[in-house]
């Protein structure tokens, strides 16, 4: 097994589906511009409430990639 190195960046995101899909759009836009995505931690969640229902999630990820050496 080879040592990596790793960095990370913090998104955060907004569905008014789900946590999942909002943790999907923010890896997705991420693979849009960085390379070599390796991983994922949710840091916050967070919601709106409009009229005693839940409208939109908010999560704040952060995604770590592999440094190129």
């Not at 909002?22 to 960085?34: E, G, Y």
């Amino acid at each position: 097994m080879n040592d990596h190195v790793y960095k990370h960046i913090e998104l955060t995101a907004t569905s008014s589906l789900n946590i999942e899909d909002a943790v999907r759009r923010a890896i997705s836009r991420a693979h849009k511009t960085v390379k070599n995505l390796s991983w994922f931690q949710v840091v916050e969640t967070r919601g709106n409430i409009d009229e005693g229902a839940v409208r939109h999630w908010q999560v704040t990820v952060k995604i770590g990639f592999q440094v190129d050496e």
